[in-house]
T-cell receptor, first 112, second 114 residues
Framework: GESVGLHLPTLSVQEGDNSIINCAYS??????FIWYKQESGKGPQFIID?????DKRQGQRVTVLLNKTVKHLSLQIAATQPGDSAVYFC???????????FGPGTRLSVLP | DGGITQSPKYLFRKEGQNVTLSCEQN?????MYWYRQDPGQGLRLIYY???????QKGDIAEGYSVSREKKESFPLTVTSAQKNPTAFYLC?????????????FGQGTRLTVV
């Protein structure tokens, strides 16, 4: 069946280091991907998205990489800060698809 | 400010009662969604609506009901048939365009059965 999953449920990094959060998806028809950040007790916030006609997209301190060959998505956070501590979800959607499919999430902990 | 608003933030329900969670958006989005999140888990789709007066079941619709009488509003009723309703409920909306766009989320309602 369709699924979006994450390789690591938890990730701890030192403040100032770079973080990489991974996501695997199984539906080759997916053509739109989003990363969300969720802080405790709050709704998910959009971080960055990428369409399947791209391999890489950069935002402020964040980069999303898409490898369609192996159905893999990653989120890179540069110079990780304490405020980056949260759960990160990847989500996928098919163009003209009706809903989003979310992965289980990775908890990022930033160590002082 | 444009956004999506869920209310109440916290809700307590006695067993056997129905409760309704509110979700309102002023983003002029066509599509709206309800997700359930359990502790340490991802988001599971309950119901979604692509247009007014139409909605579809998601993966875990049993024990829930929705309505979409207005574009701005997509209330979720948790019925007494839902055996384990204690969870964090998230409402989202997205523009209905040819190319996909992101979903915007509300701040959630935490429902507890007492």
């Amino acid at each position: 069946g369709e699924s979006v999953g994450l390789h690591l449920p938890t990730l701890s990094v030192q403040e100032g280091d770079n973080s990489i959060i991974n996501c695997a998806y199984s539906n080759s028809a997916s053509d739109y991907f989003i990363w969300y950040k969720q802080e405790s007790g709050k709704g998910p916030q959009f971080i960055i998205d990428i369409r399947s006609n791209m391999d890489k997209r950069q935002g402020q301190r964040v980069t999303v990489l898409l490898n369609k060959t192996v159905k893999h998505l990653s989120l890179q956070i540069a110079a990780t800060q304490p405020g980056d501590s949260a759960v990160y979800f990847c989500a996928e959607k098919r163009n003209y698809g009706q809903n989003f499919v979310f992965g289980p999430g990775t908890r990022l902990s930033v160590l002082p | 400010d444009g956004g999506i608003t869920q209310s109440p933030k916290y809700l307590f329900r006695k067993e056997g009662q129905n409760v309704t969670l509110s979700c309102e958006q002023n983003l002029n989005h066509d599509a709206m969604y309800w997700y359930r999140q359990d502790p340490g888990q991802g988001l599971r789709l309950i119901y979604y609506s692509q247009i007014v007066n139409d909605f579809q079941k998601g993966d875990i619709a049993e024990g829930y009901s929705v309505s979409r009488e207005k574009k701005e509003s997509f209330p979720l009723t948790v019925t007494s048939a839902q055996k384990n309703p204690t969870a964090f409920y998230l409402c989202a909306s997205s523009a209905q365009t040819g190319l996909s766009t992101e979903a915007f989320f509300g701040q959630g309602t935490r429902l507890t059965v007492v």
